[in-house]
């Protein structure tokens, strides 16, 4: 069994469960209060075991789940974006009167993640993509009065079961191919059954590609992503478009760089067309956006198109790439979703990009925020967008792919534009008086989560040495199962 192996897993789902129930608690105060301290407890503690975990690798519960250095990695990724959540959530008119369902929801989704990040079998890493998912659908409507928070969750259920479908339908046709459902051992099957480059095998890789290209918001896949994004609960979507596409790059990584090493001749090139058209199209899609939510959407859209370039490189380089790139991204788009929280609470419109209208000026610290998550999201250096990119444009360079890595440049320079028109309307336009008169004392929580992911982008750059040898021992983990 090896339980103890998996006590970051365990704690996070036990506190879920603990936190649903606790929502029925008499006492009202207690009941919206208390789910959040048991959330924030152990979410802190998840992490505190998974560093403890770190070293040699591990298998638990007859290999059905993989501790190595690469799933205890993403722990931290997707521990990271649960607790700024929490915080963010804080004062949310989503968990005002539903604290320990919405908090308790958050943890198993979270628990799902962890899932994927360690899956030793396709069964585990397809149960975990349903149990993040799943519970996502809820949150997103969990704002039952607003219409858009139905919508969000609806669409979000019916693109993510047909993604799920489809991924499933792959799994399925990999186990035909290959006689085992262990992921250690797909690689060996197919060099030893010669199926390699079968049309069994290709259509199996091909429906997977399509199947965790919905959770990525990959193109085109995508089409869900910006509706759901709009109609969520923003610190929701703040979850979503970083915890859920570091799951999803997860398993990209785990399949095919882990799994299936010996036919990267077969699915690199699948991979850097779904990466080339994603960078294309969210970037030009985000031009044009007066919808700072939607506009990160299609940024976030994009974002998955650098990432998906490092898996595509197929090397210990393009992993440590990605893993690094997961931890400047999740900086970079909490601190963003922050400051929109804080906007949304002031002013009815607070999530359009002409809310922000001289709001550098008025509020210099979360101006200062959204600008340094901007710059860093557009590659400006020394920020840690920057060191990101040019290290998964150089992995790409180093595998023969030089034209991907040229397409991610292009695509970041036409970034530049909507990037840098935020920045612009927030220090360079008068302040609208009727919306100044409306600012709220800046929120503790959220305020907190707002500078801590300032600073972390700032600091991923100069402290970007210790994250790269962490992000190394994780891609060489990843590469040895």
């Known amino acids: 069994m090896n339980a103890g192996a998996t006590s970051p897993i365990l704690v996070v789902s036990a506190a879920g469960v603990l936190c649903i129930l606790l929502s029925v608690l008499p006492d009202r105060r207690l009941a919206r209060a208390l789910p959040t301290f048991v959330a924030a407890g152990a979410i802190l ?5 998974s560093g403890v975990l770190w070293g040699p690798a591990q298998t638990a519960y007859s290999g059905n789940l993989l501790v190595n250095k690469f799933s205890l990695l993403l722990n931290f990724v997707f521990l990271s974006a649960a607790l700024a959540t929490v915080a963010l959530s804080w004062r949310e008119p989503a968990s005002v009167d539903r604290r320990g369902e919405y908090v308790g929801l958050l943890l198993l989704s979270t628990t799902g993640m962890m899932m994927v990040a360690g899956a030793g079998t396709m069964i585990v890493l397809f149960l975990g993509v349903e149990l993040l998912s799943v519970a996502l659908y809820v949150l997103c409507a969990l704002e039952v009065w607003r219409e858009r928070s139905l919508e969000s969750g609806l669409k979000y259920l019916i693109i993510g079961a047909i993604g799920s479908s489809i991924f499933l339908y792959g799994l399925a046709l990999l186990y035909g191919a290959t006689g085992t459902t262990e992921l250690p051992a797909v690689g060996r099957a197919l060099a030893a059954s010669g199926l ?14 399509v199947g965790l290209g919905f959770k990525a918001s990959a193109v085109p896949f995508h089409m869900w992503t910006p509706d759901v994004y709009e109609g969520a609960p923003t610190p929701i979507t703040a979850f979503m478009a970083t915890a859920t596409k570091a799951a999803a790059l997860g398993a ?8 299936l090493p010996d036919l990267r001749h077969d699915w690199r090139a699948a991979i850097a067309a779904v990466a080339t058209a994603t960078i294309v199209v969210g970037n030009v899609a985000a031009l044009t956006q007066p919808n700072l939510k939607r506009l990160l959407a299609y940024s976030g859209i994009a974002q998955a198109g650098y990432l998906l370039i490092g898996v595509a490189a197929g090397t210990v380089d393009g992993v440590e790439a990605v893993l690094y790139y997961l931890f400047a991204y999740l900086a970079m788009t909490i601190a963003a979703f922050a400051v929109v929280v804080v906007r949304e609470r002031e002013v009815e419109d607070g999530d359009s990009v002409a809310a922000l209208a001289g709001y550098g000026r008025a509020r ?27 290290l998964i444009f150089g992995s790409a360079v180093d595998a023969g792919m030089t034209w991907l890595a040229i397409v991610g440049v292009v695509g970041s320079m036409v970034s530049l534009g909507y990037y840098l028109r935020v920045v612009g309307v927030m220090w360079l336009r008068e302040p ?25 982008v700032v600091g991923l750059a100069f402290g970007a040495s210790l994250v790269l040898d962490a992000c190394r021992a994780a891609a060489q983990a990843l590469l040895s199962i």
């Open 196 to 209: 390699g480059d079968d049309p069994l095998t290709i259509a199996a890789m091909a429906l997977i590609v």
């Open 364 to 390: 210099p610290v979360l101006g200062i925020v959204m600008t340094l998550a901007m710059l860093s999201l557009a590659g400006f250096p020394p920020l840690t967008g920057f060191i990101g990119k040019f």
């Open 252 to 259: 990209f990584l785990l399949v095919f760089n882990g799994s």
């Open 432 to 456: 609208d008086p009727a919306r100044s008169r409306k600012m709220l004392r800046l929120p503790g929580a959220v305020g907190g989560v707002a500078i801590v992911s300032a600073a972390s």
């Open 45 to 49: 503690a998840a992490g505190i075991l």
